[in-house]
Every structure is written in structure tokens, then in C-alpha cells.
């Protein structure tokens, strides 16, 4: 099976905005339930939001409010928009498909949040 590609990190100053992607293979993609997670150095891995196949999101205590998972099933993509940036954001964010047959993680892209 083909990885879901994530792209769009990159460094952004406190209180800035970045929009992550994550591209998946579209025979599976549109049932299934998508996962953005981040880890930060020194820290474990964080399940940052959640969409499900019906459009229901779940977000972390740390990013409510500030982030919002979407997804466009025509292109096989879910997003992370990211706002109101903070250095403890910092990390590589990961997205994750889950579908009845697949469990199949990306390789991850850096977001720096510094100024």
C-alpha cells in the first residue's frame, strides 16, 4: 500500500499560521478515519485531531481552538490548519489513515515555531 505523504511544514513565527496536507491513496481514503499526531523532542508522540469517515473531528486539549482537521475526499486529502502558532508546537507532525484492512502512517513533516 501506498504511505499517505504529508507536506507544508516549515518555520513560522509565534502566532503564525501554517496549513499541513496529507495526500492518501484514493481507493481507501474515503472511509477512512484520518489522524494528524506530532512529537516534539524529548516527548512522546501526541495525538494532536481526529476526522472520521463522516466528517467528526476530535482535537487535543492543547489545540482546541486553534487548530482545524478537515478533509476533501475528491482529492484524497486531509489538512491541519494551524493557527495562533506557539513554540510548543514545535514538532514532526505525522498523519495516520485507519481503515478496516490498513493502518498506514506518513513520514512526518517538521513544524519550527520560533522567532
Known amino acids: 500500500q501506498v504511505q499517505p505523504v504529508e507536506s507544508g511544514g516549515g518555520l513560522v513565527q509565534p502566532g503564525g499560521s501554517l496549513r499541513l496536507s496529507c495526500v492518501a491513496s484514493?481507493?481507501?481514503?474515503?472511509?477512512?478515519?484520518m489522524d494528524w499526531y506530532r512529537r516534539a523532542p524529548g516527548k512522546e508522540r501526541e495525538l494532536v485531531a481526529t476526522?472520521?469517515?463522516?466528517?467528526?473531528?476530535n482535537y487535543a486539549d492543547s489545540v482546541k481552538g486553534r487548530f482545524t482537521i478537515s478533509r476533501d475526499n475528491a482529492k484524497n486529502t486531509v489538512y491541519l490548519q494551524m493557527n495562533n502558532l506557539k513554540p510548543d508546537d514545535t514538532a514532526v507532525y505525522s498523519c495516520?489513515?485507519?481503515?478496516?484492512?490498513?493502518?498506514?502512517w506518513g513520514q512526518g513533516t517538521q513544524v519550527t515555531v520560533s522567532s
Open positions: 495516520r489513515l485507519r481503515a478496516r484492512w490498513y493502518d498506514l
Open positions: 484514493g481507493s481507501i481514503f474515503n472511509g477512512a478515519a
Open positions: 476526522i472520521t469517515s463522516g466528517g467528526n473531528t
